[in-house]
């Protein structure tokens, strides 16, 4: 019997696209950056594409659950998330110098658990400085690249 095209490969093809795209859902963020904490690595308004996992390295820049501490974070910022860099992880000491009073407990270690991020532009950064030890669980994941900016938006 001959008919008409056979639509099961579109209807295979379609699904197996849906499938694709539910797996990368899942694991990949698109998170626009806030405020100048990170400059000059990363401005305000850049879009950067996020690698969803709690698996870090130092010296890697995460997207990060922004602690519960109001008297820190300026009225015009209500995103929940952050970008910082991760700067000790845990057992490993307490960068000296950048954030003296985190040393002196734990013995100088970041306790486990526990991660110590900075911004690159420490003097508009809220971080480990002043908030302490974050915890590992609350890094969403690893940002993997910038993503280019819409049309007609500039960087600041």
Avoid: Y
Avoid at 70 to 95: C, F, N, T, Y
Avoid at 106 to 121: F, I, K, M, S
């Amino acid at each position: 019997m001959t008919g008409g095209p056979d639509v099961r490969v579109p209807a295979v093809a379609l699904a197996v696209l849906a499938a694709c795209w539910a797996v990368a859902a899942r694991r990949l963020l698109v998170v626009t950056v806030r405020g100048t904490s990170m400059a000059p690595t990363h401005h305000h308004g850049d879009r950067l594409l996020v690698r969803r996992t709690r698996t870090v390295r130092r010296g890697q820049v995460v997207v990060v659950l922004r602690p519960r501490s109001p008297a820190v974070w300026r009225q015009d910022r209500h995103s929940p998330l952050i970008v910082k860099r991760v700067a000790a992880m845990p057992g490993e000491p307490v960068p000296p110098g950048l954030v003296p009073p985190l040393a002196e407990d734990h013995a100088g270690r970041v306790p486990p658990g526990r991660v110590v991020l900075l911004g690159d532009n420490a003097a508009a950064s809220v971080d480990s400085r002043q908030l302490g030890f974050f915890p590992l669980d609350d890094v969403l994941g690893v940002v993997t690249r910038s993503l280019p900016r819409p049309e007609g938006a500039h960087r600041r």
